[in-house]
């Protein structure tokens, strides 16, 4: 057990002997405040967690007095939230896309800007299509598990190098019977040797070495945040083999940080892809950019065609990478939908 620091020793003095569940919540959402974006909401969710209850219950429950192993064991999450420990990992329990997945420190606490990749790659699936689909580094699963739950007849396969982390995306997949899902281990494409898919879409690390963000996010392992010294090496490694796993006007879907769409856009074009666009996330940086393969570059028969070339809005805007950083704000699914540009599917 870590020891608690001196912001929780302040904090345990302002309690009362027998302190109730609101008080506990007020002093603990004080002590957070300073060390967390959502300081109520941090306290909230850890004696949710301790007392095993929705947070409905914490006021239900607001005058009953906290046991004294409840507050031990209250006081040790928030220690461990004060450190920088993710409140996902705390809790072991992380949002996506209206889907409550598992997450553990095998994988990358899904982020609320990865639900723009969803969207994207949404308006490119027809509901009523069998699409093939591929989510390279596939962490928890958030990626293809929100595909499934909203394109039950697509044929996703999800790839990671990381045996843990895909453990983790099963063992979610099961949870949330969504049963459609292939699960590969392996590095890249070399876990789909001779496939093609209507769609790829790929999360993958994209912060460099070096990049001074990476202390913050100390906490989520490093083979998912950072692929090499540029930041770019496994979003290059992807675009380069991309086309020959994809069928003809088959798309290619890429989160990166916000200063590197240009690169993106220069690799997808070297690559010979078409109808390369970059969209911003919520915040306006340019956080996901597509392209789509034009026939010439793949070998496999036209009846396999994907989703449509629509047009869309284009930007290039940039930023440092620090957008890798946590944010425990969720943008709800419906409010994405509202401000999805419409996209044509065939
Ligand atoms: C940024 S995380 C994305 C996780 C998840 N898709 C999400 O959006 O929350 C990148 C993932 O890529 C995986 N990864 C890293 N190198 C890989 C490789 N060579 N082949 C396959 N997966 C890889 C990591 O294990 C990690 O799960």
Same mark, same amino acid.
């Given at each position: 057990m870590r020891v608690a620091p001196d912001a929780l020793n302040s904090a /345990?003095?302002?309690?009362?002997?027998?302190?109730?569940? /609101?008080?506990?919540?007020?002093? /603990?959402?004080?002590?957070?405040a300073g060390h967390s974006d959502?300081?109520?909401?941090? +306290?909230?969710?850890?004696?949710?967690?301790?007392?095993?209850?929705?947070?409905?219950?914490?006021?239900? =429950?607001?005058t009953d007095p906290l046991s004294a192993a409840s507050r031990a064991a209250y006081d040790n999450l928030l220690a461990q939230r004060l450190q920088g420990e993710p409140i996902a990992y705390l809790t072991?329990?992380?949002?996506?896309?209206?889907?409550?997945?598992?997450?553990?420190?095998?994988?990358?606490?899904?982020?609320?800007e990865t639900e723009l990749l969803v969207e994207q790659a949404l308006a490119r699936l027809s509901p009523d299509r069998a699409h093939t689909v591929l989510d390279l580094g596939t962490g928890s699963g958030a990626i293809a598990l929100a595909l499934a739950a909203e394109r039950p007849l697509a044929r996703i396969v999800?790839?990671?190098?990381? *045996?843990? +982390?895909?453990?983790? *995306?099963?063992?979610?997949?099961?949870?949330?019977?969504?049963?459609?899902?292939d699960w590969r281990l392996g590095s890249w494409f070399d876990a789909v040797p001779g496939e093609r898919f209507d769609l790829i879409v790929s999360n993958p690390p994209y912060v460099a070495a070096a990049d001074p963000a990476l202390r913050r996010l100390s906490a989520e392992p490093l083979l998912a945040l950072a692929p090499g010294p540029t930041g770019l090496e496994a979003l290059s490694a992807?675009?380069?083999?991309?086309?020959?796993?994809?069928?003809? =006007?088959?798309?290619?879907?890429?989160?990166?940080?916000?200063?590197? /769409?240009p690169d993106v856009t220069r690799l997808l074009e070297q690559h010979g892809f078409g109808h390369v666009r970059?969209?911003?996330?919520?915040?306006?940086?340019?956080?996901?950019t597509l392209g789509a393969v034009e026939s010439t570059h793949s070998r496999s028969s *036209?009846? =396999?065609?994907? +989703?449509?070339?629509?047009? *869309?809005?284009?930007?290039s805007a940039s930023r440092s990478s620090d957008s890798h950083l946590p944010r425990f704000r969720s943008l709800s699914s419906h409010s994405l939908r509202l401000h999805s540009s419409h996209q044509e599917i065939t």
């Open positions: /345990a003095r302002e309690l009362t002997v027998n302190p109730t569940v /609101a008080e506990s919540l007020r002093v /603990a959402a004080r002590t957070l959502s300081p109520r909401l941090d +306290a909230e969710l850890l004696l949710c967690q301790v007392l095993n209850l929705p947070r409905s219950g914490l006021i239900v =429950h607001g072991g329990t992380r949002e996506f896309w209206s889907l409550a997945l598992t997450v553990t420190r095998d994988v990358l606490v899904p982020r609320p999800g790839v990671d190098v990381s *045996a843990p +982390a895909l453990a983790v *995306a099963q063992h979610n997949a099961r949870k949330l019977e969504l049963t459609q899902i992807i675009v380069a083999r991309a086309a020959e796993h994809l069928h003809p =006007h088959g798309w290619l879907l890429l989160e990166h940080g916000n200063a590197q /769409a970059s969209y911003p996330d919520y915040a306006g940086q340019p956080r996901v *036209a009846s =396999h065609s994907s +989703a449509s070339h629509s047009s *869309a809005s284009h930007s």
